[in-house]
């Protein structure tokens, strides 16, 4: 059973940075794209980003390209989001996640994630 665990979350005012970090138990971590995916209070589950098994591929939503960075370390078995430039409705709780397969074939689809963390808060006061 793959454990997930984040670390990084907190409060941060707009326009500041954080970094999550995301380290899995397995050491089939390394083949499998990571995905990170938030949910604020009343709202679905959403993506925010992606990486493929070898690092080499990055997929992100619309929302936080160009602002947030995806990243991953085999030989530590993480993988981290570096946020930038955070705005208000960045607010809300971010999971890590395992996908099924090595690349994006639906990685934006929450269904397509076998293992998933507890999540971490951030929150991004105006």
């Known amino acids: 059973q793959v454990q997930l665990v984040e670390s990084g979350g907190g409060l941060v005012q707009a326009g500041g ?6 380290v899995a ?4 971590f390394k083949n499998y794209l ?3 995916f938030r949910q604020a209070p009343g709202k679905e589950r959403e993506f925010v980003a992606a990486v493929s098994w070898s690092g080499g591929n990055t997929y992100y939503a619309d929302s936080v390209k160009g602002r947030f960075t995806i990243s991953r370390d085999n030989a530590k ?3 981290d989001l570096q946020m930038n430039s955070l705005k208000p409705e960045d607010t809300a709780a971010y999971y890590c996640a395992q996908g099924r397969f090595s690349y994006c074939g639906a990685c934006t689809n929450a269904g397509t994630y076998d293992y998933w963390g507890q999540g971490t808060q951030v929150t ?3």
């Open 77 to 79: 078995n993480t993988v």
């Open 17 to 22: 940075s954080l970094r999550l970090s995301c």
């Open 124 to 126: 991004v006061s105006s």
């Open 25 to 28: 138990s397995e050491r089939t």
């Open 34 to 36: 990571m995905g990170w």
